[in-house]
């Protein structure tokens, strides 16, 4: 396998000499339906993916860092994504010879998504904007079978009106004030003849060294944007609770520097009783720790102490453990039953996303067994008559009445085997 992929990659190179450019769907891993938001997901990560910041000496990836950008323009824009869904790049390239369309530089483009002048790595001067923070709510049922959703948060944005300029008009002039070096020297006279030179920001750009008269209207010359930003998430089966998910270069963009990652904590939601578990709404619901799964079953006097019940609870995925007791099986109040591979699924951090039926956590159930409130008249008199015959025993003793006294403690029933 890991001497094929370069020989495949040589030959869709050669590939793309014979038959001219690639689809430009295809370059994205789309399809011909695809909505802009995910042309704009593509694009995200496809660019970050063949940056040749990330890929030195790799003209592959710098070819593909190209075409990635090519693609994206011809498709984000109606106008010519309609041209090349009739024309192909034959009617793209003719619409661009009379002029319609622009094209951007490909760091600039990338520049516009990321920040930073198109660069990342640690290039010198080059800054890094904080990594943000975000917290998204799971729910338990999630974290089981495993989820692809998505979550919202403000993110700060380079301006597509303005592209980062500032300016409606596109236009930004360098400052005349400071001649574009954002500082000014001022000469202070200290005594006659005496002069002091300090440094001090420039108070015409406010340091930035351009100007501009024609304020964007959307951004008001602020060159970013902050708004409600989608983001995808995927939840594998048995993640653990608190797993923290990175987005390179995914937290807030700005102009003046290269977006900082985004770092989502994947936090277990209170289980929403309703929801999560329509048929047990009486406080009953699966509590997770690490890859073991509890859940706390209420029996009733008669069923601890004589057995003959069962009981099915259904699991997280829709499957239902079965326990049961035969009748004269005693279960004592507290008793924690083992029910083995019943638990969370386990995940590993490697990446490997086989899972085997085997490799699931426990499931323990802890009994709790609840006395009537009131007695019958008739129950009185026989509870009363049986335990007229136990007065002064100690509960030593009473394990020895029972007749099974190894067995008292120990009722770890394979219930979940016989379904
Ligand atoms: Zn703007
Ligand atoms: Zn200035």
Excluded at 47 to 53: A, E, L, R
Excluded at 61 to 66: I, L, R, T, Y
Excluded at 201 to 210: E, V
Aim: glycine residues 10%; contains cysteine; charged residues 30%.
């Amino acid at each position: 396998m890991l001497l094929r992929r370069p020989a495949l990659l040589f030959l869709l190179t050669l590939a793309q000499f014979v038959l001219g450019l690639e689809d430009y769907y295809k370059v994205l891993g789309l399809n011909k339906q695809a909505s802009d938001r995910e042309i704009k997901s593509a694009y995200r990560q496809l660019s970050k993916k063949f940056h040749p910041d990330k890929n030195p000496n790799d003209e592959t990836a710098k070819d593909k860092f190209v075409e990635v950008s090519e693609a994206y323009e011809a498709l984000i824009d109606p106008e010519s994504r309609k041209v090349y869904d009739q024309y192909g790049h034959e009617g793209l390239k003719q619409r661009q010879q009379g002029g319609g369309g622009q094209h951007h530089d490909p760091f600039d483009l990338f520049s516009r998504f990321f920040g930073g002048g198109g660069h990342f790595g640690n290039q010198p001067g080059q800054r890094r904007g904080p990594n943000i923070e975000v917290k998204v709510g799971i729910a338990l049922r999630d974290f089981y079978n495993g989820r692809t959703t998505e979550f919202q948060w403000d993110k700060q944005q380079i301006c597509e009106e303005c592209e980062g300029t500032g300016a409606a008009d596109g236009h930004v002039d360098t400052c005349r004030s400071c001649n574009g070096h954002g500082v000014k020297l001022v000469r202070h006279q200290l005594a006659p003849g005496m002069f002091q030179q300090v440094q001090m920001q420039c108070d015409q750009c406010g340091g930035r060294g351009k100007t501009i008269k024609h304020k964007c209207p959307v951004c008001a010359g602020q060159r970013v944007v902050r708004k409600p930003t989608t983001v995808s998430l995927t939840v594998q089966p048995g993640m653990a609770d608190n797993v923290k998910i990175v987005y390179d270069n995914e937290a807030d963009a700005s102009p003046d520097y290269v977006a900082g990652d985004l770092i989502v904590t994947l936090v277990e939601k209170e289980p929403d009783l309703e929801n999560d578990n329509p048929e047990h709404v009486d406080g009953v619901f699966f509590r997770r720790k690490g890859d073991d799964l509890f859940w706390r079953e209420i029996l009733s006097l008669r069923e601890a102490w004589m057995g003959d019940w069962t009981r099915n609870i259904t699991h997280l995925d829709g499957h239902v453990v079965r326990l049961l007791r035969k009748r004269g099986e005693v279960v004592q109040p507290g008793h924690v039953e083992t029910v083995p591979g019943e638990g969370m699924p386990k995940w590993h951090e490697d990446g490997d996303s086989v899972y085997h039926k085997t490799e699931f956590g426990n499931l323990y159930v802890e009994y709790v067994v609840v006395l009537p409130d009131q007695m019958e008249s008739g129950m009185e008199k026989d509870f009363w008559a049986v335990f007229q015959k136990w007065r002064g025993k100690k509960a030593v003793d009473l394990h020895k009445d029972s007749g099974r006294p190894d067995k008292i403690l120990e009722h770890d029933g394979h219930a979940h085997e016989e379904l």
